[in-house]
């Protein structure tokens, strides 16, 4: 079983910044890469950023250089630091795990519920 519970962000002025934290726990199960997605009013769910288990790390187009994820090695919570933020960063947010159960090859995906992060121009 694996759960995710997200926090953070809400409201901010376009070029400020926020922080979302996607806490896990899990039995029974080894984690193999956790990201962010968002869902833009309208839009399909796309990639924000991810890390693996080794560290690796990706970004959607629009996020490199700006936001910054970080691995959830100590307390099993993974965060996401969004710097100069623009009007079109506005969508749902959700946390992902890849989880796989210990002993198997197959990765399973699990989804948080979503938070909310809206920026203004």
């Known amino acids: 079983q694996v759960q995710l519970e997200e926090s953070g962000g809400g409201l901010v002025q376009a070029g400020g910044s926020l922080g979302l934290s996607c806490t896990v726990s899990?039995?029974?199960?080894?984690?193999?890469?956790m990201g962010w997605y968002r869902q833009g009013p309208g839009k399909e769910r796309e990639l924000v950023a991810s890390?693996?288990?080794?560290?690796?790390?990706s970004y959607g187009g629009s996020a490199k250089g700006r936001f910054t994820i970080s691995g959830w090695y100590t307390h099993n919570t993974m965060s996401l630091q969004m710097n100069s933020l623009e009007p079109e960063d506005t969508g749902v947010y959700y946390c992902?795990?890849?989880?796989?159960?210990?002993?198997?090859?197959?990765?399973?995906?699990?989804w948080g519920q979503g938070t909310q992060v809206t920026v203004t121009s």
């Open positions: 992902n795990c890849k989880a796989r159960r210990f002993g198997r090859s197959q990765n399973y995906d699990y």
């Open positions: 890390i693996t288990t080794d560290g690796r790390t």
């Open positions: 899990r039995t029974g199960y080894s984690i193999t890469e």
